[in-house]
């Protein structure tokens, strides 16, 4: 598992982006629930992720965050990683940001690509 834990703020709201290799939905929901049994990350607002799986095709989960698995799911396909999650973390601070929170969870996402790749 890797994991950025402070990769952007904006008006209250904090960005964290974990992934690592996953097998099947089965992996996925696994990786997702040791996340959240993590202190810092259990205390979260949202845990958007998407995964291409090799046997089952693309899944996401937004958990709250309208589209934000959608964005993940289309940055992932377009790298050509393959049972791969990604997980972008928002404590929400208590602004809405509208359209920067997609931005931001690009930035994410782009942070985790960037690591992951070397």
Same mark, same amino acid.
């Given at each position: +598992?890797?994991?950025? /834990?402070? =990769? *952007?703020?904006?008006?209250?709201? #904090?960005?964290?982006?974990?992934? $690592?290799? =996953?097998?099947? #939905?089965?992996?996925?929901?696994?990786?997702?629930?040791?996340? #959240?049994? =993590? #202190? !810092?990350?259990? !205390?979260? &607002?949202?845990?958007?992720?998407?995964?291409? *799986?090799?046997?089952?095709?693309?899944?996401?989960?937004?958990?709250? /965050?309208? $589209?934000?698995?959608?964005?993940?799911?289309? +940055?992932?396909?377009?790298?050509?990683? =393959?049972? &791969?999650?990604?997980?972008? &973390?928002?404590?929400? $601070?208590?602004?809405?940001?509208?359209?920067? %929170?997609?931005?931001?969870?690009? &930035?994410?996402? %782009?942070?985790? *690509?960037?690591?992951? %790749?070397?």
């Amino acid at each position: +598992m890797m994991q950025i /834990e402070d =990769v *952007l703020r904006d008006r209250g709201s #904090r960005y964290a982006v974990s992934g $690592g290799k =996953v097998a099947g #939905r089965a992996g996925c929901a696994a990786f997702v629930a040791d996340l #959240r049994r =993590v #202190r !810092k990350f259990a !205390k979260a &607002t949202h845990h958007s992720w998407a995964c291409v *799986l090799s046997e089952g095709g693309p899944v996401k989960d937004d958990d709250g /965050e309208s $589209g934000a698995g959608a964005v993940i799911l289309r +940055m992932l396909e377009r790298e050509g990683l =393959v049972d &791969t999650i990604v997980v972008v &973390t928002r404590w929400y $601070g208590g602004v809405h940001l509208g359209g920067d %929170r997609f931005a931001h969870i690009v &930035t994410c996402v %782009r942070a985790f *690509l960037a690591d992951w %790749r070397g």
